[in-house]
């Protein structure tokens, strides 16, 4: 007869903290959104893209170039990411893009 | 993305994120792992790189234009997370084969059979650490759970370590979450695999090989501590293929690498741990991306300047040194040389740095063998006015580039057979942080407890 085991789980507890996805906006007019990218993948004509559409769909939508972040995926990441909630909060950055995953 | 995303949330700003096709099941578990499962996403169909202008901007204004609207706009559900086992907790008792189909139905394993992770099992590995085995060493993402020594542990036994192997499975977990290397980076399309290396007394205290076959499976140590690598990946962080680990082709985990110290210092060389600031002799891991691997057959010659310029000759053989031209950062070549090789060299007088500087000097990458888009990662490299010493600032293409940023990048490491010419080349070639080193930490009666193994 074959032995038994018990065995035990081989993860860890989530360290999650417990977020939420933040509110989302009422419309897209009069509002300010910036661009994150990774410079690659064609996220800059895709921007260009979004810029033209989405400012002829709502009245006072304004963009904050990517150009104003840096490159949020490469060697200055952590330095780029610490740096972006004071930049949005201080350009008052109602929404974001934030891309390409490839 | 996804990372910088849950951080804007974070913040109230509500965000969409942009996925290639292929992505949207790594970026759905990403952000699950970060505690947002429903982050809403706009999706291009199929990879970017794959169509025109035209195909692009139809399919940008159309439906990517709408999912931007709508994730902006509408708010989801809130998802939350089901209960998980606490770690003592029994989560299956069968036979050997039953565990083991459980643990592949649950992606548990890697196909390979494990060794059941009992409770007594387990305690047999924590009995070669002082510390406790609550103990959180970091955040391992994706998941975003604790690395600690208990699951250490666990994913020791299972990938078939002996309990001794304890301190150094707990090193390696220190310097995977060392913010350094950037472990969150591992389940990237280039499919990342990680060389560690292994210095000090330890290496013979466990009975690492680092002769011949230095890198071929069938040495207890090497091998079922680069097993415990790819397991820990797998359960602890959760980087599993098919969700967050997006390597188009992935590899094996690598053979544990541990050097000849004895033939760096009986031919007057230092081992690597005093590269990385240590003292000759203390037990180390150093852990550094190399994806890429290469071998220079029969570099050997009597001339030590002619072995290290056929070494060169090679590393330019590939394109390990992407990174250093598009993103402009540091990358950290492996070369691994034989004490055969190492004789040449010592013979005619020349030092470690004198290596380096010459491999700096003169490995060269031909710029008209880039082709497609890394040609274009090039230009946006010149363009970014990335490394202009090593680089120069032309966009020409008929000429040759330096591949690195200093003789310091370049690892070396002796190891392999004792009387062979070849030499081992290994780098990463996507984004990923930089090697990091650290201290193995031997309980205070680890010669009592190796002892009492071999009494046995």
Redesign the interface.
């Known amino acids: 007869m074959?032995?038994?085991?018990?065995?035990?789980?081989?993860?860890?507890?989530?360290?999650?903290?417990?977020?939420?996805?933040?509110?989302?906006?009422?419309?897209?007019e009069g509002k300010k959104?910036a661009e994150?990218w990774?410079?690659v993948?064609?996220?800059d004509?895709?921007f260009d893209?979004?810029e033209?559409?989405?400012s002829a769909?709502y009245e006072g939508i304004e963009f904050v170039s990517w150009r104003e972040f840096g490159?949020?995926?490469?060697?200055n990441e952590?330095q780029v990411?610490a740096d972006?909630?004071r930049k949005?909060?201080e350009m008052e950055?109602?929404?974001?893009?934030?891309?390409?995953?490839? | 993305m996804t990372r910088a995303s849950a951080l804007v949330e974070k913040l109230g700003i509500p965000t969409v994120t942009v996925l290639c096709g292929g992505f949207v099941k790594q970026g759905k578990f990403t952000a699950k792992g970060l505690g947002l499962p429903n982050l809403p996403h706009a999706i291009h169909p199929g990879h970017v790189n794959l169509v025109d202008d035209e195909e692009l901007e139809r399919n940008v204004a159309g439906p990517m234009l709408q999912q931007v609207i709508d994730g902006l706009t509408i708010q989801p559900e809130e998802a939350g997370f089901s209960a998980e086992p606490d770690k003592r907790d029994i989560v299956f008792r069968g036979t050997f084969e039953e565990v083991n189909e459980h643990f592949l139905a649950n992606e548990w394993s890697e196909g390979l059979p494990i060794v059941p992770p009992t409770i007594e099992a387990v305690e047999r590995f924590l009995r070669f650490t002082d510390r406790s085995p609550d103990e959180v060493l970091g955040r391992l993402l994706p998941d975003s759970r604790e690395a600690t020594i208990w699951n250490i542990a666990v994913n020791g036994v299972m990938s078939g370590c002996r309990p001794e192997y304890m301190p150094v499975l707990i090193a390696i977990v220190e310097a995977m979450v060392d913010p350094k290397f950037g472990h969150e980076h591992l389940g990237h399309t280039p499919g990342t695999e990680t060389l560690i290396i292994v210095n000090g007394r330890i290496i013979k205290e466990l009975e690492f090989n680092y002769a011949q076959a230095a890198l071929r499976p069938g040495f207890q140590a090497n091998t079922s501590i680069g097993r415990f690598w790819r397991m820990y990946l797998r359960n602890a962080c959760g980087f599993l293929p098919h969700k967050t680990d997006k390597g188009c082709f992935g590899g094996n985990f690598r053979i544990v690498l541990a050097e000849n110290e004895d033939a760096v210092t009986s031919m007057g060389w230092q081992p690597h741990s005093v590269d990385e600031g240590y003292e000759a002799g203390d037990n180390l891991v150093t852990i550094t991306s190399c994806t890429e691997m290469t071998q220079a057959i029969e570099v050997g010659d009597p001339s030590a300047e002619q072995i290290l310029r056929n070494i060169e000759a090679r590393m330019a053989d590939n394109h390990m040194f992407i990174q250093f031209f598009f993103r402009g950062m540091v990358t950290r070549p492996t070369v691994v040389i034989t004490p055969a090789i190492l004789k040449v060299l010592t013979d005619q007088g020349w030092t470690k740095q004198a290596v380096r500087e010459h491999f700096y000097e003169h490995a060269k990458l031909r710029v008209s063998r880039l082709s497609g888009m890394i040609v274009e990662r090039f230009y946006k490299g010149i363009r970014e006015g990335n490394w202009p010493e090593q680089l120069g600032t032309s966009m020409e293409l008929e000429r040759d580039i330096q591949m690195v940023s200093s003789p310091d990048d370049f690892i070396i490491v002796v190891a392999g057979d004792a009387d062979r010419d070849h030499v081992e080349i290994g780098s990463g070639n996507g984004y990923i942080g930089f090697p990091v080193t650290k201290r193995i930490e031997v309980p205070k009666d680890w010669a009592n407890l190796l002892g009492s193994l071999r009494r046995r």
């Open positions: 074959s032995e038994n085991y018990e065995v035990v789980w081989p993860s860890g507890r989530r360290m999650s903290d417990g977020k939420t996805l933040a509110k989302r906006l009422d419309s897209l959104v994150l990774d410079w993948f064609k996220g004509k895709m893209i979004w033209r559409e989405l769909r490159e949020i995926h490469g060697a952590h990411l972006l909630p949005l909060r950055v109602d929404a974001v893009i934030c891309g390409v995953g490839c």
